[in-house]
């Protein structure tokens, strides 16, 4: 705080002694980074009768997912929709994608026949468009196991070897997309072929991989 000069006071038609402040802009927050992933989940329903498609990251922590059930921290780690909390940022370097454990073979086939795993970023730009079963599971299990629960068959199925390296990597110019706090980001799973009908309900959880840049 202070006080203009009497000068200035007068040619600005303010009274004598007028109080004034300098404010200059917040300073940037100092960030660090930590290898820790984004993620989403949410749910095929079934039967999938008008849901050909599922928005990742557009409903955050304390909001419903499709089936109407509360997302927590088993779920993600997003806590606005389809934007990181200020100052956070992220560099993306890689993709994964899980279907949760107890999924029947039908409804597996049915998830990834004709499916399309797209990326978009800034304004619903398409960065990376492909078909889903090229997006690996990453760490987990690796194969395919069954098991019978009353009439009912349950399928683990994991999508690649279950190792820390087995991700989609992503890189724009051998360098990492960096998502910053006021631009929007999510990924879709599409079915242009048709809904996917599914026999049970099916949780889907999708991973970027990257550098996330927390404050100090």
Known sequence: MGQLPGGAVQSAGFPANYPYAVSSPLPSAL?????????DTDVLLAPAATQNAIQFFQR???????????????????????QLA????????AFNFVIAPA??????????????????????????????????????PEGFAATTVGATTLYQVKNG???????YRFTIGKSALRIRPTENFQIQL?????????????????????LQWSPL
């Not at 955050?60 to 389809?82: F, H, I, W």
């Not at 200020?86 to 370097?93: A, D, G, I």
């Not at 999924?103 to 970023?121: K, N, P, R």
């Not at 242009?192 to 099916?202: D, E, K, S, T, Y």
């Open 31 to 39: 960030l660090r980074p930590l290898q820790q992933p984004l993620y």
């Open 60 to 82: 955050g922590l304390g909001q419903n997912d499709a089936a109407a059930v509360v997302k927590t921290l088993a779920e993600t780690n997003v806590a606005q929709s389809g």
């Open 86 to 93: 200020n100052p956070l940022e992220f560099s993306v370097f």
């Open 103 to 140: 999924v029947t073979q039908a409804d597996f086939i049915a998830i990834m026949t004709g499916s399309v795993f797209s990326f978009l970023y800034t304004g619903n730009r398409v960065y990376l468009q492909i078909p889903l079963n090229r997006i690996p599971t990453g760490v987990g």
């Open 161 to 167: 070897v279950g190792h820390i390296s087995n991700t």
């Open 190 to 210: 599409t079915w242009p072929r048709g809904v996917p009908v599914v026999v049970a309900a099916n949780r889907l959880q999708v991973f970027i991989l990257g």
